[in-house]
């Protein structure tokens, strides 16, 4: 089951069953099942206390990945700064939907395997953020 929950932050303004749908499609084309997927909306002061906690870097992020997935179950939580994705969007993205999706994506492809260290990496990753961001019709692109 996806869960989405939030932590000194209002809920995002998604459609959480067509994201649910959406996630669980993007699981399948990988040979993956969703086991307990726990999404954690919350803000930067929240995910640079978890980055310097159990990572052990001192910056901001979009995300946090906590991995528990059994063979091809998916589990994890996934802890997603929307200001940092507010601020990435009016960056990089088109807009903060789109951004948000992405980095909601992005956090189910590090529990399927795909990594994004090396520059060969991020360009799998990019890859794949890209095909699953096609499969879905963003309605609300704030």
Known sequence: MITFNTQNIDMPPIDTARTVQWLTDVAATYQRKVGDINYIFTDDATILDMNRQFIGHDYYTDHIGFDYCHGSILS????????????????YAPNYMNELHRVIVHGMLHLVGIKD??????????????????SIILVNSE
């Open 117 to 134: 260290k090396t520059p060969e990496e991020r360009q799998q990753m990019e890859a794949a953020e890209d095909k699953a961001l096609a």
């Open 76 to 91: 994890g939580d996934i802890y997603i700064s929307l200001d940092t994705v507010r601020t990435n969007a009016q960056l």
